[in-house]
């Protein structure tokens, strides 16, 4: 499994971007698939996830962000809707064994990360 993050960039605070995960050597197909973010000073935390058939987001990006895979399931997006400035961070996209992945929020369980994008938005 190799993942491919991209997406990233500067908006304005209201605006969208869609983020993309790719697996360069196979699918998403019984991977349970995570995005994270580091804003500087603080410590990663879980944004979005999809297990199975099943989504799950943080307080602070729910109905805002979403979370899907492409038909073929080689591809993980995050959709983020609304931006604010304090969505600004590095945004990493892991995966792990769907069965290990129990709790999505657990960053440990997740085996393969790739590396960062950077979303910055302003005020």
């Known amino acids: 499994v190799q993942l491919q993050a991209s997406g990233g960039g500067l908006v304005q605070a209201g605006d969208s971007l869609r983020l993309s995960c790719a697996n360069s050597e196979g699918t998403f197909q019984h991977l349970a698939t995570g995005w994270f973010r580091q804003a500087p000073g603080k410590e990663r935390e879980l944004v979005a996830a999809i297990r199975w058939n099943s989504e799950y987001y943080s307080n602070s990006v729910k109905g805002r962000f979403t979370v899907s895979r492409n038909r073929a399931k080689s591809t993980v997006y995050l959709q983020m809707n609304s931006l604010n400035p304090e969505d600004t961070a590095v945004y990493y996209c892991?995966?792990?064994?769907?069965?290990?992945?129990?709790?999505?929020?657990?960053?440990?369980?997740?085996?393969?990360w790739g590396q960062g994008t950077l979303v910055t938005v302003s005020s």
């Open positions: 892991a995966a792990g064994p769907a069965i290990s992945v129990v709790d999505p929020t657990v960053p440990d369980k997740y085996v393969f």
